[in-house]
């Protein structure tokens, strides 16, 4: 039998076992990059950049955390109405969960934190953010197509492409209500109920759903010319290749696979990406181009924590 102690010790690490997991990979990370670079030469890129492009750099992608705000906001604005501050606070504390714990799990406290806070089923917190991150992912495709587009040698028949593309979340949507009918005949009558909160977690109408797909686009839109920019500064070139950096690294933090912190594939999908669009590859640019894509990421993990920082003294919302 074991004593009070061991098993209190046990149930501590069950616990904590993915924040503990998460510092030994990012604590391991940081070593690498110290043995294969050294820290110093990390951080003196950042001082040949100079301190106001990553100032501005870092509050530019700091202020696309309140546009994202706002687009929860405006998604339940019942239940959020009045306590923007608090929705700040339970998504800041959402997007740090979700860089630093792996494989995603970090989108779990999304729909357990707006119900704690504002009263939001379960089931309707993980309908809206299904529906976020499906517009999230096709927003950044979408961009990456734009750049595929011009590269292709079928011009006319590319643009088609990415037209048709581009107009899936309106044909989703416009769809949602015969797709929700049928899935309450063919799905036994106990789940009537959660059907119907996952059409309550579906945007109200379409302007609702307009407005939702606009954010989405502005806020993607400034994080990646933002990080491109910042590549660029680092040497990152052509233009295109910055641009296609960003969108690599974005497009690694919203697929299932995800590092603790983003550690490896943050970085990997920036030099990927990078590539794709017209960056160098040999062994000179490629160790040029790692040095440029890990204080990108850096730079994305100081601007999560300036988020949180932000948002802590802010209050709860009153409870429902």
Known sequence: MKSPVVASRQS??????MTLLTVAIVAAYALFIQWLWGWPVIIGQWKEVGIL???GALALLTSTYFLRTWRIYDYFPQATSGHFKALFRVTQIHNLLNIMLPFRAGETSFPVLMRSEFGIPLARGTSALLVMRLLDLHALLAAAGIGFAIASTHTVL??????AFLALPVAGFAARRPLLKLAVKLLPAKAAKLVAEIENGLPADGAAF????????INWLVKVLVLAWALGLMGVEPMAASFGGALGGELSSVLPVHAPGGVGTYPAGITAGAVAFGAASD????????KASINAHLLIIVSALTG??????FGRAAKH
Do not use: D, E, G
Request: charged letters at 10%.
């Open 12 to 17: 501590w690490f069950v616990r904590n076992r």
């Open 53 to 55: 492009p990553v100032v």
């Open 158 to 163: 590319a643009w088609i492409l990415w037209a």
């Open 210 to 217: 307009a407005r939702a797909w606009a954010m989405t686009v």
């Open 283 to 290: 062994k000179i640019a490629l160790a040029a181009l790692a």
């Open 308 to 313: 949180t920082a932000i948002s802590l003294p």
